[in-house]
């Protein structure tokens, strides 16, 4: 009998990948999660770069190829998933109309405080969407990196008035309003995928696409802001 599947995943999507392992019978799949990346032990690149081993990883496609250009990933990448970014402000508070470059630029313009990741979204808010903007240095004045708590909570608890990270990380903060509907230069789908590890057992993958793409899954990923693969 083999034995249980091991998946490395990033902390973003903790909660509809454990749902998603309700769905099978206890201990044949385990997730470890982890930031994608970053200097920390506990990083999903630092971990493979530490020789842990691991039947299966979810990565963000760029950094997924980069792993297996080194070795320590093998086998060809598949989609699994988009992610998307949200923005955020707290609940009962006035939720700006971020639909049109206006409504977006004077939202930014307007706002005290912008909480952003370390990475991922926040990389992306800093080097994409925060140069487009004609007042780029007074809006940079603004930006508060959150390292002690998701953006969605430092929004929640009052740290800063508005936050911009993962739509499925910011769904499982209480205490915000989500803005997903947003002009084209805020936004910033990633595709993960899956791929075996140097050392993993080889139907990992396709036991997860299975789970992946059953009318379930793809219902589980859906309700937690993430966009199945076809």
């Known amino acids: 009998m083999n034995r249980a599947t091991t998946i490395l995943a990033p902390a973003a999507f903790a909660s509809a990948l454990n749902r998603l392992a309700q769905e099978r ?7 470890t999660y982890g930031p994608a990346t970053g200097p920390a032990p506990g990083s999903i690149t630092s971990r493979l770069q530490a020789g842990e081993r691991f039947d299966l990883v979810i990565l963000p496609a760029a950094l997924a190829m980069k792993e297996i250009t080194a070795g320590r990933l093998i086998g060809s990448p598949v989609r699994v998933f988009a992610s998307t970014v949200a923005f955020c402000v707290p609940e009962g508070a006035e939720v700006p109309d971020l639909s049109t470059e206006a409504g977006l630029w004077k939202a930014l313009s307007d706002a005290p405080s912008i909480g952003l990741s370390a990475a991922g ?29 998701p953006v969605g909570q430092a929004v929640a608890d009052g740290l800063v008035a508005f936050g911009f990270q993962q739509k499925a990380e910011l769904l499982e903060v209480v205490g915000i309003a989500v803005i997903d509907d947003l002009a084209d230069p805020a936004r910033n789908d990633t595709w993960l995928v899956a791929v075996q590890g140097a050392q993993g057992q080889a139907d990992a993958a396709a036991t997860l696409l299975e789970d992946l793409g059953s009318p379930r899954g793809q219902d589980i990923l859906t309700a937690h802001g993430l966009t199945p693969a076809a």
Do not use: H, M, N, Y
């Open 25 to 31: 019978e206890p201990g044949l799949v385990t997730f």
């Open 121 to 149: 979204s926040g990389r992306f808010f800093r080097e994409v969407l925060l140069p487009r903007c004609d007042q780029a240095d007074a809006l940079s004045a603004k930006l508060r990196t959150i390292t002690d708590r």
